[in-house]
């Protein structure tokens, strides 16, 4: 993430990936419901690869997939 | 030199050796260091030729006077409009390149960069300009002339390269090697919060195993001030990643209690040395610089 010392960092917020189903509320982003703590592992590491993406861990355990 | 249409010999011979002496102090100091800047071989043909042009002006100013030519006073607005020209066209160069680099130079230190490189070229008109006046002043022999010219411009480029040296973030703070440590995809560098998208356990490995980072503890208080100008930060964290390479994330992140200023990255090549020596070596940057004595001033009058 070497541009977050830009003077403005542009963050887009490119998928956000859970294990709660309620948390999947309609949004400009793409939300994947996993399974289990592993799929949702993979799921987060194959897309973030695909985009070329960072990935943010949140407290509650779900993963969002950003780009700088 | 009355009115003639032909330069005389030792006119020529003033031009020439106050040229030269104005083009030598270019040339001194255009150096190469460690942040390889202006590239090799054509960066410095570039800056040669304008120097050697800004030394030009400056030799031939005072013998056009001399010969009563006044016009020859509007070679002055064409040395600072081509002194602009050099300014400008870093900057632009510079700006160009943001895009390709490890990370953003930033705009502050482009200025910096683009204002050093507009003075160095009045340095050499300068040191041109005041080998010139030495050479026509002096009532002896050409020869005697020359050297003479050739001592004032090399004092004159002495005094100038102190005047314009400025300092470095080794001048004004210490810099340390930093203690990483990743806890639940945040990452930390001696306790102070840097990130948190570490978010895979493959970021986390990375950093863990690969990652580098300095601390810089500035020596006095009112020094904050310049280490926690986003532009100063963003330079230093530039010069690291131009030193070492960047495989991946970079980051600068200030700490707000005791002012220290975390850099920390995942290097190429691993040197701690060589980053503790580029962040030291990081300019300070003149649009960063504030006077601490003005908080001083006495308002009242008593």
Known sequence: ?68 | MEGAQILSTEDLSIIVGSILVGTLSRILILKEDYRQYPSYPNGYLIHMITGFVAAALGAVALPALFSKNFVAVTFLTLALQQFRDVRKMEKESLSDLEHTEYTYRGAAYIDGIAKTFESRNYIAFITSFLASITMMVLPYAIWIKLIGGFLVGFAALFLLKNFTKGKSIGDIAQVEEGTIEVKDSNLYVNGIFISNILGTENAEKLFQEEGMAVIITPNENHYRINLDNFGQRQAALFEATRALGNKRYAFTRKDYEKGRVVITLIPIKRDLDALIEAVKKCPLLESAKKSHAVLKTNLKGD
């Open chain 1, 1 to 68: 993430m070497g541009r977050e010392s830009s003077l403005r960092p542009e963050y887009q917020i490119l998928a956000y990936v859970t294990l709660a189903k309620e948390r999947v509320i309609s949004s400009n982003c793409l939300c994947l419901l996993a399974k289990s703590e592993d799929e949702a592992k993979i799921l987060t590491a194959d897309v973030a690869k695909a985009m070329k993406a960072d990935v943010t861990k949140l407290t509650n355990g779900d993963y969002v997939i950003i780009r700088v």
